[in-house]
């Protein structure tokens, strides 16, 4: 179904041509929420940028839009009242709101509208590196990759999430080295290991890699091998390809997120081709013998022109090649309408550079196809420096998780007494893990933020336990009325009487449009928000009406069920569980 909003611009773009007899243009209705419930519900601001246009004065511009509203549209609104300068505030009837509310109840999309055209949208997130350090911008990463790949998957597109690990490259010559003199058995297979252990010897290998050039040698020749298929060697490859794969499963299923796998090494047949493209377009410039584009308006520190690098003097490729092979890939063979990369800030130029790249060889236009580098900010410590774990190094970043968890247990031994060791256990897990998500996604995505337990695991104010909590108090008056909740929905409707009522119902009729936003600028803590203010005017609501036993009783219990379903609905494309008792 429309969103409000989408009503409104629609009707009052057709008022405008009617009253200017201009052409047809849905963006002359420049259309918004109203900031402030009491001016009214929606605002048109279109009469301030027509008057210039029509060389008229503002506020006679929007009463002849009003005059040209059509009979619905005024049927629809119990005030509409010209404001300001030319603003019109438009506020819709309890009557109506309350009807497209019971229409929203029963709408598979919950009010979201469905898209004008199903694309394909390739959302890339998480992309640890095997064997290097995985740190906790990976998790950011995952956590808000999953949450947009969800909102896609809602609103009914055909989403593939991959994840492009870091599986290629020269860290494993000096790993395959290494563990060849330490752990000889663990690379014949018959010796397991584990991700930190793996870690451990990868930082141990750089080490020596630097310090010994006989080491350093071996690493290199290593790294030939491997790239021309040397069957030990890609043994040796997959054996730590799969340790780490594990390590990283089990950060997945902690945070309930599902990746398609497709890492680097996934692109190295087309890496030699993507470099013979550009060759032949003309577009490569030889500098100290490696092979280069050289982009406009790109330079570095001094100045000097800075290079898109795409094959090295020795002939080997690097990250800005794989992600070019991507980039063509992504286009060419899945057939993309909108490519997402959720990866953190520090990478914005280096995206921004192939980018570019991709446009000027002609592989897409960027005002028909949207390429979207989706970057965040740094996690940080109590101590305003990037995050670290308590040893200083960032492998088992599985224990930021469960470290959460453990707190969440803790809390919940306090507060709820009576409940049994099963009971915490399943509450412990979910709080956990929601409230990590939570303080993430509620930050906005581009500033850093304060990674801290006491925080993210408080109950009152912007955090995932506030929201939990109001859903389990919804349906806790259904419980507290022993209403079925089947026959309730079969023989009563919502009628909104109540102001607390409207702005409840009002904010619930506004779940479309947020999503709408939300997959424009790909902000999580705009749902965030949006849910935050649907608890709070729903604890409003709950404060000034009564809903058992009272005449209202019916509608009242329908009202509450549209609000747990879209908090619920709210919080799963935040990737967040609920539960049902807290
Ligand atoms: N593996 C990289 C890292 O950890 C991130 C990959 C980002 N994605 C990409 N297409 N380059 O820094």
Redesign the pocket.
């Known amino acids: 179904m429309e969103t409000p909003l989408a009503t409104f611009q629609r009707t009052v773009a057709d008022a405008i041509q009617r009253a200017f007899s201009l052409p047809r243009d849905e963006s002359t209705a420049d259309m918004a929420p109203c900031a402030q419930e009491e001016f009214g519900h929606y605002q048109c601001n279109s009469a301030l940028r027509l008057s210039k246009l029509l060389k008229k004065n503002p506020r006679q511009v929007a009463e002849q839009i009003i005059s040209h509203l059509d009979d619905a549209t005024k049927s629809r609104c119990s005030k509409i009242e010209i404001a300001g300068p030319g603003f019109i505030n438009f506020t819709l009837t309890p009557r109506h709101l309350s009807f497209e509310l019971n229409h929203q109840l029963n709408d598979p999309r919950l009010g979201a509208m469905k898209p004008l055209k199903k694309q394909k949208i390739v959302v ?1 997130f998480s ?3 095997i064997a290097k350090e995985l740190h906790v911008g ?1 998790i950011r990463s995952t956590i808000i990759g999953d949450c947009l790949a969800r909102l896609f998957e809602f609103l009914g597109h055909d989403v593939l999430r991959l994840n ?3 599986d290629w490259g020269t860290q494993f010559g000096m790993l395959i080295t290494y563990m060849r003199e330490v752990a000889p058995e663990v690379l014949k297979g018959h010796e397991k290991t584990d991700l930190s252990t793996l870690m451990g010897w990868y930082r141990a290998a750089k080490k020596k890699f630097d310090e010994d050039p006989e080491f350093k040698k071996r690493a290199q020749r290593q790294v030939v091998e491997l790239q021309s298929g040397n069957a030990e060697a890609m043994h040796a490859w997959k054996l730590i390809c799969d340790v780490s794969r594990r390590g990283f499963q089990d950060i997945y299923d902690l945070l309930d997120t599902k990746t398609t796998e497709r890492g680097e090494s996934f692109y190295n047949p087309y890496l030699a081709e993507v470099v013979t493209e550009f060759d032949k377009k003309g577009l490569i410039t030889i500098s100290d013998g490696a092979k280069c584009i050289f982009l406009e308006g790109y330079a570095n520190r001094e100045g000097e022109p800075l290079p898109l690098m795409i094959q090295k003097a020795d002939g080997g490729f690097n ?1 800005d090649t794989t ?1 070019l092979a ?1 980039l063509r890939h992504r286009i060419f063979v899945e057939k993309a309408d909108r490519l997402i ?1 959720v ?1 953190d800030a520090g ?1 914005s130029l280096h995206f921004q550079m192939v980018f570019a790249a991709g446009e000027k060889i002609g592989w897409y236009d960027s005002s028909k196809l949207k390429v979207e580098h989706v970057p965040f900010g740094l996690v940080l410590g109590a101590d305003g420096k990037k995050f670290k774990t308590r040893s200083g190094e960032t492998e088992k970043l599985i224990d930021l998780l469960t470290g959460a968890v453990d707190k969440a247990r803790e809390i919940l031994i306090e507060r709820l007494p009576t409940a049994s060791v099963e009971e915490i256990e399943e509450l412990a897990k979910v709080i956990g893990i929601d409230a990590v998500k939570y303080s993430d996604l509620s930050t906005h995505r581009i500033k850093d933020y304060t990674f801290s337990y006491d925080r993210m695991l408080k109950f009152e104010g912007n955090t995932a336990v506030f929201l939990l909590y109001a859903y389990v108090r919804i349906n806790g008056i259904k419980r507290k009325t022993h209403a079925n909740m089947d026959h309730v929905l079969a023989q009563h409707q919502i009628d909104l009487n109540h102001p607390t009522e409207v702005t409840l119902g009002l904010h619930l009729r506004r779940f479309g449009e947020i999503l709408e936003y939300f997959s424009r600028d790909l902000l999580p803590n705009r749902l965030c928000e949006y849910l935050y203010e649907l608890a709070e005017k729903f604890n409003g609501f709950f404060r000034d009406c009564r809903v058992e036993g009272t005449q209202e009783e019916g509608s009242r219990l329908v009202l509450c069920e549209l609000t747990a379903r879209i908090m619920r609905q709210g919080l799963e494309i935040l990737g967040l569980e609920t539960v049902e008792r807290l």
């Open positions: 890339e992309s640890p590196n990976h492009h690990i870091g990250y992600d991507a990369y990866v990478q």
